[in-house]
C-alpha cells in the first residue's frame, strides 16, 4: 500500500474514531498534499527506509521551512505510520524512531491586574457594541479562551 492510498482511510480514521476537530483534518490535508504526497507519495509504505526519511527531512531544510511547519508535517507523518502499523496491519517504518524538531518556546505574556482594569474601564458601555464588547473582553479574561475560540461555531 502507498502513502495515496493510506492516507484516505488515515482521515477517516481521525474522523470518525479519534473525533479530530474539522480544523485538524484540514490541516493534515495541507501536510500531506504540500509535503508528503509530493515526494512519497507513490512510495510503498513497507518500502520506506531511514534513508527516505533523511532526504525528506533535507528538502524542508532547503525549503527554509520553519521549525513549527517541519514539526506539523513530521507529525502528520508519524500519525500515518502508526495509524499503517496499528490499524491496518501494514509492516512499516516505526514511527516512534521519527525525532520531532525543537520548537522554540513562546514566553507567555500576561496583562496585569492595572492592565486589565483599564482595558474594562474604557471600554463604552453605554451602547449594545460597547456592552457585547465588553462580555467578550471578561469572557476572554476570566476563561483564557483564545479570540479564535470564541468566535468559533461549534
Known sequence: ???????????????????YAQQTLDKFRDCFRSWIQPRLG???LEDITYLHLLEFR?????????????????????????????RLRIPCYDPAE???????????EYLTEQEVAQLVRIIPTHTHTGLRLR???EVLLSTGLRISEARSEE
Open 58 to 86: 533535507r528538502a524542508m531544510a532547503e525549503a527554509d521551512l520553519s521549525v513549527a511547519r517541519q514539526y506539523s508535517i513530521l507529525m502528520v507523518l508519524k500519525l500515518l505510520f502508526r495509524f499503517c502499523r496499528t
Open 98 to 108: 521519527i525525532s520531532l524538531p525543537r520548537r522554540v518556546s513562546t514566553k507567555v
Open 135 to 137: 462580555s467578550l473582553i
Open 1 to 19: 500500500m502507498t502513502f495515496d492510498e493510506s492516507f484516505p482511510p488515515f482521515l477517516l480514521h481521525g474522523q470518525v474514531e479519534r473525533s
Open 42 to 44: 507513490r512510495i510503498a
